[in-house]
């Protein structure tokens, strides 16, 4: 189980990374705000952390959903010799599943938010298309708590299986690990771009890779199942 957490850290490491470089819509907003409102750096990080711990809260209770599953199995005794492997290939399963439906969004060009700054300096959200010119779509005008809200629905789906398998393995330290280190990466992340952001600097070009968000976290997750039902990790 040591090995195997180790990979599963490695791969929430990986996804939380993903998930917050390749969404825009998880620093930027944040930065626009602060210089429209001329809101002071500790304040702009403040609200970055309130919406950061909304999405990822709300994505740890995603998660649970598959830990209850992943429990629910580690008491049935009849498994108890098979559910090792049998947790591997549910990741590795899921990964599949989850890279597909990603591929087939950005196929099907899925709509996302985008958020804009208007002339009057207030700071807009819109639904539109990769391609699509972002003001055709309808568009709601952005304050601190309506970034909460946006953020706290607006889950990471891939930490479905990340929690399954610590549970499946009747591991609550593993839980918890996963739990702890998926929150600092994802708010360290978020603060670090938003703080780039504030003093107009940006090491990172990553707005072509963000409709590529879903199928990379899919990826992720497969490899980290085949590695464990294949490799031996």
Known sequence: MQTELQ??????VTIAC???LTGPDHYIPFIALSKARGWSFVKTIWWTIICGCAHVW???????????????????????????GLAGWMLLGFGVVYGVWGLLNVYRNKTHKHFEIEEEGEIYVY????????????????TPW???????????EPMIPLLYFPAAQNSL???LLMIGIYTVVTLATMVLMVVLGFYG????????????MHPLSGLTIFICGAGMVFMGW
């Open 7 to 12: 990979v599963l850290l490695a791969a929430a």
């Open 18 to 20: 993903l998930h917050t």
């Open 58 to 84: 709300s994505s740890i209770l995603l998660g649970l959903g598959g830990a209850a599953i992943g429990w629910s199995l580690s008491k049935v005794s009849w498994l108890e010799e098979i559910r090792g």
């Open 127 to 142: 639904e539109h298309s990769h391609g699509q010119a972002v003001r055709t779509g309808e568009k709601h005008k952005v």
């Open 146 to 156: 309506v970034m909460f809200i946006i953020f706290l629905l607006g889950p990471c």
């Open 173 to 175: 330290t593993g839980m």
């Open 201 to 212: 600097l940006s090491i990172f070009r990553v707005n072509k890779m963000e409709k590529y």
